[in-house]
């Protein structure tokens, strides 16, 4: 006769095995669940930068170039290029649409290099794709302070009351502006000429409202003039072909008048400097000017 009790070491045998077959079963479960839902591993999107194999020899003001190309698997969603100089960072450029294609992309890409001499400055190129996968490089270099000049030949500006001519003129474009267009144009100006009975001379934009019929200009910028300098004759103003003589010069406002010939120093609000050579000159508050100037066309920092 079979016994009503159970031989308790095989009902815990039992237990246990049934216990490992559904633990089993519930990680095969588990892991082809793992499997269906996840895929296998996205690949990130990849990033290459060629160009530009000697950043040390940049300057300001000259042209960086570099090819870039993005590949992505996982379909392009955007490219961004930042730049960074310590704590000054700003965007370049973004781009969320127009790629060669749905997985690939590659363009040239140009930076012209700004007044940052001796600083780090940081490129980061930074790709994102539609499955949230990220890639970025940074490129880093340090601009040569830039020695170009701006050089204006030839130019005439009237006095007060020349009918027709400006006596405002921009160090930056060339362009000479009459009293009526002054205000419109006040970012531009830093050279401002007056003349009265036999005296020429030159007045800061900022101080245009101290003469006899002109009246302040708002937004108008410091310039500093100094006469009579004896650092330079007509001769080596003819041959500056840089900033060199100039950039380090201290340069001390004085308050003269010139004549033809003369030669005078100047200094811009933004820190530029620079020399003219008066070259013609018709006296008289209806009468003109005509001078050659060289300028910095960046301040050294």
């Not at 290459?48 to 000259?62: D, F, I, R």
């Not at 701006?150 to 060339?174: C, Q, V």
């Not at 009459?178 to 101080?207: E, G």
Request: aromatic share 8%.
């Amino acid at each position: 006769m079979t016994s009503p009790y159970r031989n308790p070491r095989t009902t815990s045998t039992a237990s246990a095995g049934k216990a490992s077959l559904t633990g089993a079963l519930l990680l095969l479960v588990l892991q082809a669940t793992l499997v269906a839902c996840g895929g296998a591993e996205a690949t990130r999107p990849a990033l290459t930068l060629e160009g530009a194999s000697n950043p040390s020899t940049l300057k300001v003001g000259e042209t960086l170039s570099l090819k870039v190309s993005l590949q992505a698997e996982g379909e392009i969603q955007s490219l961004d290029v930042t730049r960074k100089v310590e704590s000054d960072e700003k965007s370049l450029q973004s781009l969320t649409s127009s790629f060669q294609s749905a997985t690939a992309h590659t363009f040239d890409f140009s930076y012209e290099v700004e007044n940052f001499p001796g600083k780090s400055i940081v490129l980061t190129f930074k790709a994102t794709d539609k499955q949230g996968g990220t890639a970025s490089k940074e490129y880093t270099f340090i601009p040569q302070r830039s020695t170009a000049l701006r050089e204006w030949k030839g130019i005439t500006l009237g006095g007060p009351s020349h009918s027709t001519t400006g006596n405002f003129f921009s160090s930056t474009t060339g362009e000479v502006f009459t009293k009526a267009q002054a205000s419109t144009n006040v970012a531009k100006i830093d050279v401002v000429y007056m003349a009265y009975s036999s005296l020429s001379y030159f007045v800061s934009p900022s101080k245009v409202g101290e003469e006899e019929g002109f009246e302040s200009i708002p937004g108008a910028t410091l310039t500093e003039y100094q006469y009579a300098s004896s650092t330079f004759t007509a001769a080596q103003f003819d041959a500056m072909g840089d900033d060199t003589a100039i950039a380090n010069l201290d340069i001390q406002e004085s308050e003269d008048a010139f004549t033809n010939g003369s030669i005078m120093l100047f200094k811009t609000a933004d820190g530029r400097k620079g020399i003219i050579k008066i070259t013609g000159r018709t006296s008289g508050a209806a009468g003109s000017i005509t001078m050659d100037v060289k300028v910095q066309k960046y301040p050294a920092r």
